[in-house]
């Protein structure tokens, strides 16, 4: 069955970086975009960042275009969110997404905050 795991969150000052990762199984992960998404307290979930297949695409959200950069390693089974210049804002759950026609696939999420 389908997998995701994700790793990396933790807490960093205003201004710093952190780098996420998410390990997929269960499909065959190199035909498939990847995304990423978070969910701050009392807010709805968001797409933070996309990345096609062979990573010939990437898309992002306003909020983080410019910090952040999304990537991933077929060879791994990987996909990462480099953040950097990390804002309180930025604070969130961030989860590894995997989405085909009929379902969505989320890992467990892994707990970002930024704070002084």
């Known amino acids: 069955q389908v997998q995701l795991v994700e790793s990396g969150g933790g807490l960093v000052q205003p201004g710093g970086s952190l780098r996420l990762s998410c390990a997929a199984s269960?499909?065959?992960?190199?035909?498939?975009?990847m995304s990423w998404y978070r969910q701050a307290p009392g807010k709805e979930r968001e797409l933070v960042a996309t990345i096609t297949s062979t990573s010939d695409f990437t898309r992002y959200a306003d909020s983080v275009k410019g910090r952040f950069t999304i990537s991933r390693d077929n060879a791994k089974n990987t996909v990462y969110l480099q953040m950097n210049s990390l804002k309180v804002e930025d604070t969130a759950v961030y989860y590894c997404?995997?989405?085909?026609?009929?379902?969505?696939?989320w890992g467990q999420g892994t707990q970002v905050t930024v704070s002084s």
């Open positions: 997404n995997h989405a085909v026609m009929t379902a969505d696939y």
């Open positions: 269960g499909f065959t992960f190199n035909r498939h975009a």
